[in-house]
């Protein structure tokens, strides 16, 4: 079976600082790896995703995600973080079906 | 192009009434798939279907929730009678048969009082 572990619930950060959002992931076989966005009061928006290739892979909006095999991670950073990134993230990781985290809240302030 | 859309939105309800979702995919996608999130967690699968078909349900709450895609489009999902712990936000999502993006509708907020 699969999991996620998103370790930390809630981050603060001011605006244009950088950010780095954590995943972990356990699975027995060879998984996708994704991160998705969730905006107040919208749906789930598909941000970033690791299917194969390069390890490092990027969003339209300047999120990137590196998948480290060893340390089971994908964690999600950004140089430089907007007011308007303030959403909840979450990672999932899929072999037959979406396997979802816990999420975390990234809270940007002027 | 539209993408997933559910209805209704929001939906308030008594104890151990009844009450349904709906969905309808993307256009051509064989996949769909039905969530529910709890407040401050993530989407856990409740049933998917492909095409016509229940592939996995073993998450469904048998006993209340039911779900049906009749002709491989449109889905319903349906709890009776609704208990108090039901409250969430219940998601749909679809995606083509075998592909790995799934994309997700707005959700139904269901509050049962």
């Known amino acids: 079976a699969q999991s996620v572990t998103q370790l930390d619930s809630q981050v603060p950060v001011f605006e244009e600082a950088p950010v780095e959002l954590r995943c972990n992931y356990s699975?027995?076989?060879?998984?996708?790896l994704f991160w998705y966005v969730q905006y107040p009061n919208q749906g789930l928006q598909l941000l970033l995703k690791y299917l194969s290739g390069s390890t490092l892979v990027e969003s339209i909006n300047g999120f990137e995600a590196e998948f480290n095999k060893s340390q089971t991670s994908f964690h999600l950073r950004k140089p430089s973080v907007h007011i308007s990134d303030t959403a909840e993230y979450f990672c999932a990781v899929t072999f037959q079906k979406l396997v979802f985290g816990t999420g975390t809240r990234l809270l940007v302030s002027p | 192009e539209a993408g997933v859309v559910q209805s209704p939105r929001y939906k308030i309800i008594e104890k151990k009434q009844p009450v349904a979702f709906w969905c309808n995919p993307i256009s051509g996608h064989n996949t769909l798939y039905w969530y529910r999130q709890n407040l401050g967690q993530g989407p856990e699968l409740l049933i998917r279907y492909e095409n016509e078909e229940a592939v996995d349900d073993s998450q469904l709450p048998k006993d209340r929730f039911s779900a049906e895609r009749l002709k491989g489009v449109d889905s319903t999902l349906k709890i009776q009678p609704a208990e108090l712990g039901d409250s969430a936000v219940y998601l749909c999502?679809?995606?083509?048969?075998?592909?790995?993006?799934?994309?997700f509708g707005q959700g139904t907020r269901l509050t049962v009082v």
């Open positions: 999502a679809s995606s083509l048969l075998g592909d790995t993006e799934a994309f």
């Open positions: 699975s027995s076989v060879s998984v996708y």
